[in-house]
């Protein structure tokens, strides 16, 4: 072989190894899941499409939603804990399973710092107490005066033992000294079909499981339960505006498996921040009540670490329990 053809080979394998090793660092490279570990229909489902949808268009990969519901998220949340750290398994949660449940159970599966990388918040969602439109009440001072004088009669949904509708009932239940009769359902979804149809009296829902039968007439809301009202529905009060010190502002976040590199933390943190800035992200948010909510991950992991300690005392108080 000649000199002129050993330097040409040489530079060929040298071209193939860097252009190999630099296709192999490309992320992502495949499609990324997304895991939903609440069933379809609710606030973390309807926000996790949104976001999903923006992150395929910005990175030319499709991330794929997948929902794994049970036991209040515990199921879908423990599965993620054990993923191979390398950026293609994903979760968006909300605090109620993040945060709260490891104060509800005596096992979740799961240890909410050790086994996450948080990667940024992303949400927080508007929450309302709905009613059946032929349910007597027309607000939560209604409500309370009905209740004292009927307890243990007003059932309330829920979409399941342990989930944020069924803990903010609890402390609703006890922050106003009334008896409401606690009925869970597999997921938000159930629990909306029957309160329209009239089966269940009440039930504590995220907007984007209610604001289109809010909007047509087939629910009405008796207050909004987060700390401030809604810009979807402005003229509702918040229930905290009769119930001194009651209220509750849902957050939602990715998190990926401990040990996830840095690199793809700061990558994927950078790429969330850019599509909660779209235009189109922030509309199909408000369109069903939900509110950008940007974090860095120290940022999201600072909130992570102060609300575990709160909601184990808001928990404790509330006597809510999850057989």
Known sequence: MTLHRRAALALALTAAFWGGAHAQDKYPSRPVTLIVPQAAGGANDAIARVVAHKLTEQTSQSFIVENRPGAGGNIGTA?????????????????SAHVINPALYKSTGFDPVKDFEPLGSVATAGYVLVANPSFPPKNVTELVALAKSQPGK??????GNGTLNHLIGEMLGKATGIDLIHVPYKG?????????GGQVQLSVQSLPSSLAFIRSGKLKVLGVVNERRVAALPDVPTIGETVKGFGSTPWY?????AGTPKNLIAQLNAEISRALDSKDVREKLAGVGCEPYKGTPEQFAALVRED???WARIVKDSGATVD
């Open 253 to 257: 976040g990715v998190f990926a498996p």
């Open 154 to 159: 007003i059932t309330i949904a829920s979409a």
């Open 79 to 95: 599965l993620v804990a054990k993923a191979k750290p390398d950026g293609y398994t994903l979760m968006l949660t909300t605090n």
């Open 188 to 196: 938000a979804a159930g629990a909306v079909t029957d309160l329209v």
């Open 308 to 310: 575990l300690p709160k």
